[in-house]
């Protein structure tokens, strides 16, 4: 609106330009008194609407803003006009006054201007926030349901069906979460002036929400890998800690072996727990030797009171 009204009247100053006189002129300062008026029309009809017809009470500031333009532009194309007569056309005691009313209005016209520009920036705002509002508190929620399900998986990851259903139902909650963060950034992009502190804050909760999926994709796509992953590292950790006890035993060092083994078969417990077949009669050794040694220890400890 703001282009259409500058470009309108600067076809109007390059017409006019060349002959104003004393009547072409008053004819423009008529048009633009006229269009100053109903800029003050637009404003009055603006507060008199209830607060619940946005679309209408925004369509008043902006017409009011058009008209303040056009007003503006009329009174430019005089003091245009002034400038480009000769010095003894300057002096025509009717040009004089013109000029001085032209220039002693136009400050208090440029600072309409600016206040309804941020009237308007203000309203379109508020407009924009009361509907984003809602739209990321809801994504906020998401998220956090989203980040609750990925917080209740298992501590081992051998439950693969319970274990990809909650990272699938995480990753629903962050695509939820990120759609209504996106219409909420939306909204607030039509009023980028006084949104753009939000809008950063948007942007980086965006930002969160893609590195979270991003996260909750790979691991749904390496879960299997993950799983045999975590099985060897067991497997390990129990032939480690198996050498360990078994040192300890040989040394006579009784109670760390007792502790080593000990550590051992909460390895093989969880192992044995997932893949009973493979590690059950391993487990029920360990428990044996465990017996055995705890045993051993016994006896020392009563001949050493002894």
Sequence with gaps: MKKKWIFFCALLCAFQVFALDETACREVRARSNEAWANHRAMVKEYHRLPEEEEEEKLHCLQQALAYCYESLELVDAILHD??????????????????????????YMIKTIEDLEQAIDQFLFKKAFSKAEPLCK????????????????????????????????????????????????????????????????????????????????????????????????LEKE?????????????????????????????????LTQYYEEEFLSLYEELEETIRHVEKLAEEEQSRKAA
């Excluded at 025509?92 to 209005?105: A, D, G, T």
């Excluded at 939306?186 to 502190?197: D, F, K, T, V």
């Excluded at 198996?242 to 909460?266: N, P």
């Design 82 to 107: 002034f400038s480009l007569k000769s010095w003894w056309r300057r002096k025509k005691s009717w040009r004089v006054r013109m000029k001085k009313r032209c220039e002693s209005e136009r400050p």
């Design 138 to 233: 809801k994504s906020i929620e998401e998220a956090a349901l989203g980040k609750g399900c990925a917080e209740t998986l298992p501590a081992e990851p051998f439950e693969q069906e319970k274990c990809l259903a909650l990272l699938q139902e995480s990753k629903e909650h962050y695509l939820k979460a990120r759609t209504l963060m996106m219409e909420g950034k939306s909204l607030l992009e039509e009023a980028p002036l006084l949104a753009q502190n939000y809008l950063q804050e948007v942007h980086h909760i965006i930002e969160s929400y893609e590195s979270s999926l991003a996260f909750l994709e790979r691991a749904i796509h390496i879960w299997p890998e993950k799983i045999t992953e975590r099985k060897h590292q």
């Design 238 to 270: 129990v032939d480690v800690l198996q050498v360990l006890a078994d040192t300890s035993f040989s040394s006579g060092d009784l109670e760390q072996a007792l502790l080593e083994y000990k550590k051992q078969r909460d390895k093989l417990s969880i």
